[in-house]
């Protein structure tokens, strides 16, 4: 399977612990973006990276949160000190940067994190 | 402020039935719209795009869906649902003044009936 893969999908964990989260993405897309989903919502926009380069971070993401992309193939998402309001499901997305690609993104299954 | 309005949270039909999913997007000069597809247990999968032309577009599945500026609104329709369209529905949009993301609505939940 060549999709957008994410590890893991289920985290359970308690308040004030750190999670990591693992996005590999189609392995010819540059572009990466991370998301969040709470019942009943849409996916909301948290971060996009261009290979390596982390391009944008939304006001959602607060200094608990970090991403990385250090080679610009697979990415991370770290949320220190979790709260329970971190529980969500966690969405990666990837898409390739051909013409006409804007908003094309490929989304894994998710990673649902739950803290208690 | 980008923003997408899905008014319906849940709407059943019957199989075989026709269906429209409303969406509403907040004005832009030049936005991009997309309708996804969320099936349990699956990653969101892309249904149809618009970016520029004719403004009724076709998509997978069967489904389509109209532009309308005078409305801002991006309406999907497929004229005979499928038990297997039983899934949540994201209208989305990206400005492309406002960077390369997409601002997703709430959505739709879509139950058919057989």
């Known amino acids: 399977d060549t999709g957008v893969s994410q590890d893991p999908r289920h985290k359970i964990t308690k308040r004030g612990q750190n999670v990591t989260f693992r996005c590999d993405p189609i392995?010819?897309?540059?572009?990466l973006y991370w998301y969040r989903q709470t019942l009943g919502q849409g996916p909301e926009f948290l971060t996009y990276?261009?290979?390596?380069?982390?391009?944008?971070k939304s006001r959602l993401l607060s200094d608990r949160f970090s991403a990385e992309r250090p080679k610009g193939s697979f990415s991370t998402l770290e949320i220190q000190r979790t709260e329970q309001g971190d529980s969500a499901m966690y969405l990666c997305?990837?898409?390739?940067?051909?013409?006409?690609?804007?908003?094309?993104?490929?989304f894994g299954e998710g990673s649902r994190l739950t803290v208690l | 402020a980008q923003s997408v309005t899905q008014p319906d949270i849940h709407i059943t039909v019957s199989e075989g039935a026709s269906l429209e999913l409303r969406c509403n997007y907040s004005y832009g000069a030049t936005p991009y719209l997309f309708w996804y597809v969320q099936s349990p247990g699956q990653g969101l999968q892309l249904l149809l795009k618009?970016?520029?032309?004719?403004?009724l577009v076709q998509g997978i599945k069967g489904f389509e869906a109209e532009f309308k500026r005078s409305q801002s609104s991006f309406n999907l329709r497929k004229p005979s649902v499928h038990w297997s369209d039983a899934a949540e529905y994201f209208c989305a949009v990206v400005y492309m003044e406002y960077g390369n993301k997409l601002v997703f609505g709430a959505g739709t939940i879509l139950r058919v009936k057989s």
């Open positions: 997305a990837s898409s390739p940067r051909a013409s006409g690609s804007t908003g094309e993104l490929f």
């Open positions: 392995s010819e897309h540059n572009r």
């Open positions: 618009y970016f520029s032309g004719d403004t």
């Open positions: 990276f261009q290979n390596e380069a982390q391009l944008e």
